[in-house]
């Protein structure tokens, strides 16, 4: 039921992260370093127990099982590698659930993508460690999904944007994804959303110095991949 099909490198994790190192390198060089490549669906949901779309979908696995398989490829690809050319600018992070994750099989995370311990858990494994140091980036998948939409309210009665957006953010991702489905309860449209989530973000960078500390971090990351694109920045 989790099977991702060919959208995916799959199969023997060193042959994923191998796939994975080569196509990287293959866009980087490609594009003359033009373009960034962000990997998903970082931590892995192969072997989740449902289709991720509708609702978020959970992974049972203890975290040293994660290592050896889930998180295998994306550890050839933030390090175990001696071409920079084959290192990903960027991770995506999955609305995706671990049962086990800390050993306990009854205790469930949430969905990691809003979950600031779990993230903090794992991004603290080498190399991922490094990597983040050296300025990756984490970006959220679509905030305006229904799996995001169900997870915050199951009776889908109410969709408040802002602490969507704001949960994600703090949980630890730079970038936050939506699209025309990111519309909050009494909003007219997504464009409204958005201005409202930017206001929330604007207010929330000006009285708390801890948000703001945190934006600032973020901003930094991402100025520094967009100069490397475009050196007369």
Do not use: C
């Not at 084959?86 to 050993?103: K, N, P, W």
């Not at 490094?130 to 009776?155: C, E, H, K, Y």
């Amino acid at each position: 039921g989790g099977d991702l099909g060919t959208k995916t490198f799959g199969g023997d994790p060193y042959w994923v992260g191998a796939l994975g190192k080569s196509y990287i390198r293959g866009v980087h060089q490609g594009s003359q370093w033009r373009m960034l490549v962000i990997s998903k669906n970082f931590p892995g949901r192969g072997g989740s127990d449902r289709p991720p779309e509708e609702e978020v979908a959970t992974v049972r696995k203890s975290l040293e099982q994660l290592k050896q398989i889930e998180l295998a490829p994306f550890f050839s690809v933030t390090g175990n590698t001696s071409d920079n050319n084959e290192i990903t600018d960027g991770l995506l992070l999955s609305h995706i659930r671990y049962q086990g994750f800390q050993g306990n099989i009854r205790a469930t995370t949430k969905p990691v993508s809003f979950d600031a311990s779990a993230l903090e858990q794992i991004l603290s494994l080498e190399p991922l460690s490094i990597w983040r140091s050296n300025g990756g980036i984490m970006v959220t998948d679509n905030l305006g999904s229904q799996a995001v939409r169900r997870f915050f309210d199951p009776n889908g009665n109410s969709f408040d944007a802002r602490t969507v957006a704001s949960s994600s953010f703090l949980a630890g991702s730079d970038l936050l994804y939506v699209d025309t489905n990111f519309i909050g309860s009494g909003d007219a449209d997504s464009f409204a959303s958005l201005i409202k989530t930017l206001d929330y973000f604007s207010q929330k960078y000006k009285e708390d110095p801890v948000f703001a500390e945190r934006v600032d971090q973020s901003v930094s990351r991402l100025l520094t991949l967009k100069y490397r694109l475009y050196p007369r920045f």
